[in-house]
């Protein structure tokens, strides 16, 4: 397997593969679970997740690394394999979420700040040994009124900045996660407001990178796209986010990070699949653009397995979709035809 933090990197963004964020707090997981009915008991979880994680085909040909959460990290399959070898069967890199989830940002209504820089050192030794090679820590910037302040966007680009050093002194790759987001509330901006903080939000980020001393061969950007909020009543066509997105990240973004990984963020499957195939046809760009997908890679999968071993072939083909969809729009080769074939 690859071992330098640029190998690593570039395996993560190889041609045609993208990386699935299975990494959900069991908090979160509860949460979809609930929906579904499904029970969130820690044999569940591991179950659904063994599930995706023998997809063999899929896995194989569209899945370049995983993102686990701390129980999984340390989960085995039904038959005593640890869920991290079934990942490394399947040709993928095995990687772990770190941070601490968002706390308020004092005297910033609205605003939050990612947590836990506080031993992180020494939790990423043991997740070394346990087998993840990078890792993964999310920013959150919401748009409002009179937000994001400069205080959200620098004490989360210093937090990313500082996370992202130590995982590189340790040997794993940093996902470096700002998310501007689309489904929070208030969310009525529209995509030039999307834009535009997206834009300053980056700049931030890039420039606290490289104070810390961060290599940005051996890191792997996952941002949202540009997109207008969910409740805006104008939404842009998948043409103009690609073209904005493009945009954004060719004024922002140096040539010398691999590869930018995208996050869902709560757009539909079919559309996070769309936008990305439409970015990458427009062509002769300086890094990888694939997915890192949550929601839009997942959601079918765990509508179809519905907590029930029985529905574990349907979940594996729903995923398996899913996959080569965003496969194909890794390579701007997605076509709308190819959703109803299916
Ligand atoms: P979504 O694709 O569901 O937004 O999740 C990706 C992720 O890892 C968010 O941190």
Not at 154 to 166: I, S
Not at 231 to 256: F, M
Not at 261 to 279: I, K, P, V, W, Y
Request: net charge positive.
């Amino acid at each position: 397997m690859a071992e330098t933090l640029e190998d690593i990197a570039r395996q993560m963004v190889a041609p045609g593969k993208g990386i699935l964020a299975a990494d959900e707090s069991t908090a979160t997981i509860t949460k979809r679970f609930d929906k579904l009915g499904i029970a969130s008991t820690e044999d569940n979880r591991r179950d659904y997740r063994e599930m995706l994680f023998r997809a063999g085909d899929a896995m194989k040909s569209a899945i370049s690394g995983v993102i686990l959460y701390d129980e999984t990290i340390r989960q085995k399959g039904k038959d005593g394999t640890p869920l991290v070898d079934i990942i490394k069967a399947a040709g993928a890199v095995p990687g772990i979420k770190v941070d601490k989830g968002t706390k308020a940002l004092p005297f910033s209504p609205g605003e939050s700040i990612t947590e836990g820089l506080d031993g992180l050192r020494e939790r990423l030794k043991d997740y070394y040994v346990l087998g993840a090679r990078f890792a993964k820590w999310r920013a959150v910037i919401a748009i409002g009124a009179g937000i994001p302040s400069d205080n959200c966007i620098h004490a989360n680009a210093n937090a990313l900045a500082r996370y992202a050093a130590l995982c590189q002194e340790q040997g794993i790759v940093p996902i470096v996660e700002p998310e501007v987001l689309m489904d929070g509330d208030p969310a009525t901006h529209d995509i030039d407001t999307c834009a535009a903080v997206t834009e300053r939000t980056l700049k931030e980020v890039f420039a606290e990178l490289k104070i810390a001393k961060v290599r940005l061969e051996g890191m792997v950007l996952k941002p949202n796209m540009v997109i207008a909020g969910q409740k805006c009543a104008r939404q842009a066509s998948a043409q103009e986010v690609a073209e904005k997105t493009v945009k954004v990240l060719k004024a922002v973004v140096p040539a010398a990070v691999p590869g930018i990984a995208f996050l869902s963020g709560g757009q539909s499957d079919r559309q996070a699949t769309e936008n990305l195939s439409l970015m990458n046809a427009i062509g002769g760009l300086p890094w990888k653009l694939t997915f890192s997908y949550g929601r839009a890679l997942q959601a079918a999968a765990m509508n179809a397995w519905a907590g029930k071993a029985g529905n574990v072939a349907a979940g594996q083909k729903a995923f398996a979709h899913r996959a080569a969809m965003n496969s194909l729009a890794a390579g701007g080769k997605w076509k709308a035809d190819l959703e109803k074939a299916a």
